[in-house]
């Protein structure tokens, strides 16, 4: 068995990758956007991922990103850990092990003081992330709403998707929104644009309009019979604006909010009439420390994943 880097890996087993990401519905990074990612030098490793490969087959894989975030001592690169996949047939061989510890140590000598990577509890890959050391750090919130939005928005205000002339309005909102915050605080400047370049699916940013001019926006994805967002960026004034709209927009007038904006926003949201829910989701981000072995405690006040200036919503995911 051998281990490649993504430029090693033989576009012979292209086909391989992507039956291998999307089968276990961990995705599919295709050529397109790494390209684009390195063009613009952000999020990837200068490797891309680890591949194990064996006979001509391709037995395992983990793509590793490079990711800025604001922990007490500022902002520092930690290694994102994503895509972890091992093809049936080679279960049970020590192929993610391998791969992870690979990943784990061309990192630390990187100069990563951190690794980590979502997964859920119920997960049988989670006790090999706990042998591994990694630890759960954050649970993300749920709050839900299950009544008749709005009928209509005040005079002026509009919400709609984002084209591709809001991308810049929205990183600035997104700016000024988590200047104060630590965790997945600091975007790079163009990180919308690079992601649509990339493939990302942003049909699901909206934007709140005030007599034209943006004062908030969501990530929001339309279900059959609920609107689910994960991101909600807006300042004090116009949060209840935001919602005000989202509930209108909600199929069935069920709106689901998750991640850090549950926990920003939960008195303005038990006002409305949200049920509100701490650590209710089935995912959970995973740190482990690529030097020494600090307690889960200790890596929550470390990454500040308890503090409230925690930031972590739907385009911080990987």
Known sequence: ???????????????????????????????RAVRAYRRRGLELSDYVGLFAVDGG?????????????????????VAGIASVTTAPHARRRGVARGLLEEAHRREREAGARYALLWTSPSWYAHDLYESLGYR?????????????????LPRGESLRGANAGALEELEELHRTFSRDRTGFASRPAGFLRVEREAGRDLEGLLVLRRRGRAVGYAVAARRSNHLACGELVAGPRDVPALLRALERAAPTGVLALGNTPVLDHAAELTRRGYAVRREAEWRSLMACPLAGAP????????????????????????
């Open 57 to 77: 087959r391709l037995l395992g894989q983990v793509v590793v990103l490079r990711l800025p975030y604001r922990a007490r001592d500022g902002v520092e690169t």
């Open 295 to 318: 307690s889960a405690r200790t890596l929550r006040r470390e990454l500040t994943t308890d503090d409230r200036a925690f930031l972590c919503m739907s385009l911080d995911r990987f």
């Open 136 to 152: 759960d750090v954050f649970v993300p919130p749920l709050a839900l709403r299950a009544s008749a939005g709005t009928r209509s």
């Open 1 to 31: 068995m051998r281990t490649l880097t993504f430029d090693e890996l033989p576009a012979a087993l292209e086909a391989q990758r992507a039956a291998l990401g999307l089968g276990a519905f961990s995705g599919y990074l295709d050529r």
